[in-house]
């Protein structure tokens, strides 16, 4: 198993008055990815950034931009996240009318798209679009607030996506969401996640570059033990 592991630590647990140099620190700290979450107290009860900020932010790095979207409705904050900078896209189904022409309109601007689950979605929500997705964000918390406690079923799915996708022999990573940490990572590599997005257990830590190391190098353990 020659999976490499991606970590996009989440900037809602940055310090918003200084997001370009928080981003310039995980960049030098070794993540792959700026996880960058977008909420519109409707979708979910709390109110984040826009595209405005996304704009802001892109000239201070050159990691990829990965928009988490929890808002509803959808497809007008895709055209302006493509304009404001995003590389990647990611929505969650039950709050687009038209999924598959929400991640054809990701698609057409020349971005990675994805669908985000939320703890309590099923995998059949992939049916139809999962062929068409870059990435598979699957929520280990309830989206609206970072910090919450990792919730084990994400596991299973995790795991049972995971088969699905290598049975069908398709290129789409598996991103988690939600409460991951150097302590539940390799159990996450090894139930085959690609991107691991971590918030508090980053921003929290006094060594921040650590935590990341701590993070991959334990999710890196886990890979190739998925029968364990
Ligand atoms: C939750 C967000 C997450 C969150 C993760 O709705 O989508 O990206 O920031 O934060 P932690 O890692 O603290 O759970
Ligand atoms: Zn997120």
């Known amino acids: 198993m020659t999976r490499a592991i991606r970590i996009a630590p989440s900037l809602l647990s940055a310090d918003f008055a200084f997001l370009g140099r928080d981003a310039q620190a995980m960049a030098e700290g070794g993540a792959d990815i700026l996880h960058f979450d977008v909420m519109d107290n409707h979708y979910v009860p709390n109110l984040t950034v826009g595209p405005l900020v996304c704009a802001a932010l ?11 979207l929890m808002t509803r409705p959808v497809d007008p904050l895709i055209e302006s996240f493509a304009e404001a900078g995003a590389d990647m896209i990611t929505f969650h189904p039950e709050a687009s009318d038209h999924v598959h022409r929400s991640v054809q ?13 939320n703890p309590a979605s099923p995998l059949s929500l992939l049916d ?12 280990s918390v309830n989206p609206g607030f970072g910090g919450q406690s990792f919730i084990p079923s994400a596991l299973p799915k995790i795991a049972a996506l995971r088969k699905r996708i290598d049975d069908a022999g398709l290129p789409v990573a598996i991103e988690v ?29 006094s060594d921040r570059a650590k935590a990341i190391a701590s993070i991959r190098g334990a999710a890196e353990s886990g890979l190739g033990q998925e029968a364990a």
């Not at 790095?61 to 928009?67: E, M, Q, R, S």
């Not at 991107?195 to 508090?200: H, K, N, T």
Request: proline share 5%; no cysteine; hydrophobic share 50%.
């Open 58 to 68: 892109r000239p201070h790095t050159t990691l990829p931009i990965d928009v988490h």
């Open 105 to 117: 309109m990701i698609r057409k601007r020349g971005l990675k798209a994805g669908v985000a689950l």
């Open 128 to 139: 139809h679009i999962l062929e068409d997705l870059d990435m598979v964000l699957i929520m």
């Open 177 to 205: 969401d939600g409460g991951v940490n150097p302590a539940n990572a390799r159990a996450l590599g090894a139930a085959g996640a690609d991107i691991l997005v971590a918030g508090s257990a980053i921003f929290g830590a």
